[in-house]
Each structure stands twice: as structure tokens, then as C-alpha cells.
């Protein structure tokens, strides 16, 4: 039965000339890095809703840190796993083909994808959180050595260069991403597919005659919306697309 579902996607993009993948949590399950939603998903008690905000910050700047440098800490022995290698490999072989990514892990860039589209920003990138006009910048110690983290400008609380719940995505990130949604086979890969806009993306791409697939371990919102689902993890499944493909 998966068989089929195998065959059948790698004989979609055997023949397609543009295939878009937005990726999510659970593409980087397999490396260790905890996912937002399901098991594991909670940090302490709290939801992301609760602390990828700026009004959480505003309320409890070290709370939050404490969160990212847990997060941080989790992803700085990560490695990427099967998942990012095939799609890195795809991008590198096919020029039509995109990554857009809701991970700030930088799992798929040290996979080496190419003209991959980051969502929401990076763990390892601060910026000011008063805006003093310095630049965002990169920060890659685990540990921070002083949490919060400020400023090297103004001396202000720095925060993460991430976009969190009630901000706007990057406009280039948005208009690729729109861009990338005008594809013959669109791949939605381990997310929950709840949050917007990203979860947008896949009804737009089948509204203009993608054929979409969803690949993930458990049902989601987008699994009654796409013509073809994968159930189980991306880590296995990618790779026995690619094999098909070889
Ligand atoms: N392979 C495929 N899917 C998996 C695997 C796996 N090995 N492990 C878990 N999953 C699935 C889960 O079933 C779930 O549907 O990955 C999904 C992860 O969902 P979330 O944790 O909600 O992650 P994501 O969809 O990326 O969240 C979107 O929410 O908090 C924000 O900004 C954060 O970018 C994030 C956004």
C-alpha cells in the first residue's frame, strides 16, 4: 500500500518541472530536536503560543530566553538527518525545486539546500529588541554566557532574530514562498500545518493544479486536503522516494 504511494509520488516528480517542499518540526524529529506540537512539544508547561511572543517577552524576557537557550542548547548537537539529505541533494539536482522551511533550526542549510526559503529566521541570529538600528547579528554560543543577551550597539535586550506569533514573515521569505506555490507537485513534510501563513501554501499550490502530497507520522488539518498522504516518519520515507527516483 505505501508502495504504491511511493511509486506514485516519485513518478510525479520524475515528470515535474517544479516541485515545491515546505517543511516543518518534524522533519528535524529525527535529529533530536523537539518538536513544537505532540509529544515532547511542551517546554516546562508552556505552549509556543505562549513564549514565541512579543507580549511574552515584554512580560518575562529571562522566561523566554530560557527557553531558547534550551532550545539552542538541543539543536547545537544536531545533525541533519536523511530528510534534510535528500532534499539538499534534490535542490542541488533540480533548478525548479524549493525548500521553504518554518525551521530555525538550520538543519536544511547545513545540508547544504539550496535556495532554501526560511520562514521564520534562524536560533542563531539576535537583534535588537528595542531596535536601535544595529543590524541583526550572529550568535552561535551554547551557552550564552549572559541570559538575557544584549545589545553590542546600545547595551538593550537583545532578542531572537525569529518571527514570532502576531509578527510579519520577511517579505522576500513571503513573496518566494508565494512564488514557489506555482508548482506541479508540492510536498507538505512533518508539520502540523496550523500555523499561518505556511499552512496556507499547500491549498494554494492544489488551487493552481499541484499535485500535493503530505508526509508526516500523524494526521493533520492539510491530510484531507492533499491527493496523496505518507503516513509515517520523513527520515524513512524520503529516502525511499529518492531510491525510486535513482
Ligand atoms: N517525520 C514526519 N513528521 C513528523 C515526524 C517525523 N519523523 N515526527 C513528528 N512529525 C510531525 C508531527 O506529527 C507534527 O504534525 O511533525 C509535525 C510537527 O508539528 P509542529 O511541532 O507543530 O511543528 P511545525 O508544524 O513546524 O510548527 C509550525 O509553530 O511554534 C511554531 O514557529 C514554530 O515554526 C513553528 C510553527
Redesign the pocket.
Known sequence: MIEDGLDLVAGRLRRARRVTVLT????S??SGVP????AG?LWRSFR??DL?TAQAFERDPALVWEWYAWRREAVASARPNAAHHVLAAWSRRCSGFVVIT???DDLHVHAGTLGLVRL?GSLWELSCWRGCGAPPWRNEDVPLPELPPLCPSCGGLARPAVVWFGEALPSAAIDAAEAACECDVFLS???????YP?ASFLARARSRGAFTVE????P?PATDQVDLVLAG???ELLPQVDQRLA
Open positions: 516543518g518540526a518534524g522533519v524529529a529525527a518538536t513544537f506540537r505532540g512539544g509556543s503560543e514565541a518554518q525551521n530555525v521564520h513534510v512533518g508539520t502540523s500545518s496550523v500555523v505556511a508526509i508526516n507520522t500523524e493533520t516518519p520523513a527520515d
